[in-house]
């Protein structure tokens, strides 16, 4: 083993900032979010550790032995770490920055409000790949200080992928140079609805660029979803060329003032449509380096495109059988475009309908058949059912039991269990609007999807994890988190 203070200098970083944080703690002004919750006479980790061994021991907090030393270890997984904790100090192994970050993560909740630390030996690695949370920033506009905050504590918990729904029906949330007039107009609801001004608005690119870096400096990535081809509307108002009719009201209204679903789609047979989103696709991956680009897919009403003369000649000419054909070859021209790019596509499970883009991946949310299916198929998945993902249900609905109780890939052989990414919580901001609502559907029911993500299978079970989180509370009270305080009871 090598030190990799010359190899990965944000390491050195770390322990800098751990070193201070543990002399901090020794003076006794650490705040409780960075110091231990106790179970059983131990730290109660979330997630729990894939393998962790308790020792007889801790580690004063006023020694200098309590620095970690990082070193770089060749051979683990990228997201993996491990810890040795003895009285003679702490060693910290990773092959890179974010393995060292997750280990930094534990390592804050081991740390007790003395700084000392436990004599402890753990191994970790997550099970999946994809631990996200999707926040609808379209129905209800969400500030770049709430998405700071819900970036750091998504981090506390090793949750590593913010998917942000920025388009939709009510409304457009990213700038777009070539554009303006998506968010000039498309930005904002018809006045004679008197929304709250911070329920509308957009976020700039360097807004957006900054959100982007903050993210990253914690190993999340930010997945941006421009919804295509419905879901539609609020760009119909601006550009009323790109609809099959040519023509649609001005008016762009709240969730529960208009029609859930709208008939205001692009139109397939139209070639300014494939220009016009090759056009945003284009600024949209230079803001966001992330592999996967989302291009929703789901809910697109038919109608318009059966009466459609340019829409029924697009299907004659590719000799598409029908309207889900139609939506088909509608994703793969995009997905063929993102590929020349270097990106991925992903979208909600209906792009299966009418025969799945090669390369495709599936976000799963009418339950888990379209996700099973799409595996088995040899495409990649991520789990995030209305069943037990959909974090703006109530709590009778969906509690923390029950977001406990899924396992993503239930069902699968290994083969097939093998495309499955992970998993995602989404709330989508039609009904809570205010951030400490929001806050209060996400936690502490997003600690459990951190636990199903990160966590073997096998390693806990209810009673456990149960008391593990109750012991997480005062942790998010310190972060400021307007949590749901009788989830867990039940």
């Not at 990253?216 to 108002?237: F, K, L, Q, Y």
């Not at 070639?271 to 929703?296: A, N, W």
């Not at 029924?312 to 994703?331: C, D, P, T, V, W």
Request: aromatic share 10%.
């Amino acid at each position: 083993m090598k030190t990799i203070a010359s190899e990965i200098p944000s390491l050195v970083i770390l322990a800098l900032a751990f070193s201070q944080a543990l002399n901090t703690s020794a003076a006794g002004a650490v705040a409780n979010a960075e110091t231990s919750a106790m179970v059983d006479g131990h730290p109660a980790l979330i997630p729990l550790p894939a393998m962790i061994q308790w020792h007889d021991g801790v580690l004063p907090g006023h020694a200098s032995a309590a620095v970690p030393h990082f070193v770089h270890a060749d051979g683990l997984p990228v997201e993996a770490y491990e810890i040795e904790i003895t009285t003679n100090g702490v060693a910290v192994r990773s092959s890179s920055g974010a393995g060292a970050f997750y280990a930094e993560q534990t390592l804050k909740q081991l740390r007790a409000a003395d700084g000392s630390l436990p004599c402890v030996v753990i191994r970790d690695v997550p099970r999946f790949t994809w631990r996200g949370l999707m926040l609808d920033c379209s129905r209800t506009f969400q500030s770049v200080d709430y998405l700071h905050r819900t970036i750091d504590r998504m981090a506390v918990y090793k949750l590593n992928v913010l998917h942000l729904h920025l388009t939709d029906d009510q409304g457009w949330r990213l700038e777009m140079k070539k554009h303006p007039e998506l968010t000039k107009k498309g930005a904002f609801y018809s006045a004679q609805y008197a929304e709250p001004p911070s329920h509308e608005g957009f976020y700039t690119q360097a807004q957006m660029r900054e959100v982007v870096a903050y993210a990253a400096a914690r190993h999340i990535t930010i997945v941006p979803e421009i919804e295509m081809p419905g879901h539609s509307h609020e760009v119909i108002v601006c550009r009323p060329d790109l609809s099959c009719a040519g023509k649609t009201t001005n008016e762009i209204f709240p969730f529960f003032k208009g029609p859930t679903t709208t008939a205001d789609v692009y139109c397939a047979g139209n070639e300014d449509t494939f220009r016009f989103l090759q056009e945003v696709l284009d600024e949209v991956t230079d803001i966001f380096p992330s592999k996967f680009i989302h291009v929703g897919g789901d809910e697109v009403p038919k109608t318009a495109w059966k009466s459609c003369p340019k829409c029924q000649a697009r299907m004659q000419a590719e000799g598409l059988k029908n309207e889900h054909e139609l939506q088909s070859y509608f994703i793969r021209r995009i997905e063929k475009y993102l590929a020349g790019k270097g990106r991925r596509l992903i979208g909600w499970d209906e792009i299966l309908e009418g025969g799945l883009a090669p390369d495709a991946t599936v976000m799963s949310w009418r339950g888990t058949s379209g996700g099973l299916a799409a595996a088995k198929a040899g495409h990649d998945v991520v789990m995030s059912p209305t069943s037990h993902c959909y974090f703006d249900y109530s709590y009778d609905a969906i509690n923390s039991k029950h977001v406990f109780a899924f396992d993503p890939v239930a069902g699968l052989p290994p083969a097939a269990a093998a495309h499955v990414l992970g998993l995602q919580a989404n709330f989508w901001s039609h009904i809570d609007r205010e951030p400490e609502l929001v806050d209060r559907q996400l936690f502490p029911r997003l600690l459990a999807i951190a636990e199903r993500g990160w966590s073997p299978d096998h390693r806990s079970e209810w009673r456990n994890y149960q008391r593990r989180a109750e012991a997480q509370l005062p942790r998010l009270k310190q972060l400021a988190v307007h949590y749901q305080p009788l989830d867990l009871d039940k």
